[in-house]
């Protein structure tokens, strides 16, 4: 059995090494276009690898990808979070827990992931072929032929890792074989508000905002950080992601409405009739749990004054204030990519593949794992975990 897996990436590794200790017979070659393997991995999490995430829930986990999700149940199924975690430990491995769930090597380095790959592959014989490109693929009778740097090789069983591509016209070479594509874009960025009053807070942190795009259902709570740019922090990013298509569309020109509180009107006007009878000054007594800088530049957009009592505020200005602290709207113009984890959404129609197996449903012996399906995570290692599963999958079952 001639296995070849084109891309030595995550999912690449991960799949040679399953279908070798799947059957040993089989003799594997990893091609790789560049003369590194590996490279995201060692990037990856700010150089420590964000391995994968601690929710060992399968109807949890999926809630997780913006894109995908429901098709991974299957492949969770058969390989998830937890085992993941074993995996790992199995080859020495430790992994350990933030209190996000985000999981590391124990190490704190990429390295020890890379180092793990790239041995393992070694101790099993897989053969990595650098500056080799696939250009193309061929089918004929019972052999799956590629085109390597121009040159043809034929082998039984081929897997597709080759990570995801920014541009649909990236992946041409499988379109040419009939498979239907998503339309990549970028998913998990920032938001761009360009001479925005509010950048002047850059560096605060509001612990529990509802980020919702104006005229969309899509909404996010979690964490926002002020950037000197816009915005950014876990309720972005998440919307980013769940967003991705939509707001390609309007080329990154939207709104988003900010919940800085994450409650809703009639919890936060009880809280302002409890503070009616406070003889407080405003600036000084902030009730809410948001930054004191968040608070002065709100009371100063609405020109409430530094003396301003709390018992005294006129019911226009409470309700200019009630409305910005649960629906502050900012334009969005343009995006920044997020620094840590980026990911493109789109890819191979999930449709195409079998998810028990990886394998295609269009042709037999070709199967496919990893970023270059349309499949995508939130940031917190989902995007890695999707990629040890079905580079897991594929790997298994291309060596039955
Ligand atoms: C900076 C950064 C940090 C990240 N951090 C995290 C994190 O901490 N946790 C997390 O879950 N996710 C993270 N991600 C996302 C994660 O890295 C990817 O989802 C994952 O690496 C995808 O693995 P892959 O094997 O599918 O693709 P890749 O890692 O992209 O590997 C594909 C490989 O195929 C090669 N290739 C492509 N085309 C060909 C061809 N035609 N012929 C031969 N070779 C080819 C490429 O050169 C590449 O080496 C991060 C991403 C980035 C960019």
Known sequence: MNIAVIG???????????????????????????????????????GRCNVTNATFSISQLIKNYPRGGKQLKKSFFHFYTKDTVTWFENRGVLLKTEADNRMFPKSNTSQTIVDLLLNTAENLNIRISYKSRVSAIELSDNKINLVVNGENLSFDKVIIASGGSPKASGLDWLTALGYRIVKPVPSLFTFNMPKNPVTELMGVSVPNVTASIKGSKLKQQGPLLITHWGMSGPAILKLSAWGAQDLAKTN??????????????????????????????MHNHNPFDIPKRLWHFMLNKLEIPETQIWNELAKKHKNRLINMLINDEFEVKGKTTFKEEFVSCGGIDLSEINMETMESKRHKGIYFAGELLNIDGVTGGFNFQAAWTTGYLAGKNSAL
């Open 252 to 281: 990154y020109n939207f709104s988003v409405q900010i919940n800085w509180l994450g409650v809703n009107e009639e919890e936060l006007r009880e809280e302002f009739t409890a503070l009616s009878s406070s003889r407080k000054q």
């Open 8 to 46: 030595g990436g995550a999912a690449g590794f991960m799949a040679a090494i399953t279908a070798k200790e799947s059957n040993s017979n089989a003799t594997l070659t990893i091609f790789e276009k560049s003369e590194k393997v590996l490279v995201k991995v060692k990037v990856s999490g700010g």
